[in-house]
């Protein structure tokens, strides 16, 4: 197996459209957080949306970064990644060139 490549696929930030007692509106309330990971021909994709926040858009840029790599290794991201990988290249392959002969039903 080829080393394992994560990179963060999504990134998708939620704001708040009313005020409540988690967050106010305007304001960045949660992140969905998507990670794939990629060897050789093998790929597998999983992601989360963090708890509530409270950010404002200009503090939230700048700690975004910060938040992802937090939440997915909170998550286990890249142990639930590499998991799903090597299940993949343990898995039978599709024979290739293979037609199968008739079959008669009794």
Known sequence: MSDIVYTFSRIEVKEAVITD?????GNICSLVVGMTAISG???????????????????????????????????????????????????????SDFTPPPINVN
Not at 21 to 25: G, L, N, T
Not at 53 to 64: E, H, L, P, Q, R
Not at 65 to 74: P, Q
């Open 21 to 25: 007692q988690e967050c106010e509106i």
């Open 41 to 95: 021909d093998h790929s597998a994709y999983i992601d989360g949306v963090t708890g509530h926040m409270n950010y404002d858009k200009a503090t939230f840029s700048g700690v975004i970064g910060a938040i992802a790599n937090e939440f997915a290794s909170g998550q286990n991201f890249k142990d639930s990644l590499r998991n799903q990988i090597i299940a993949q290249t343990q898995s039978p392959a599709q024979a």
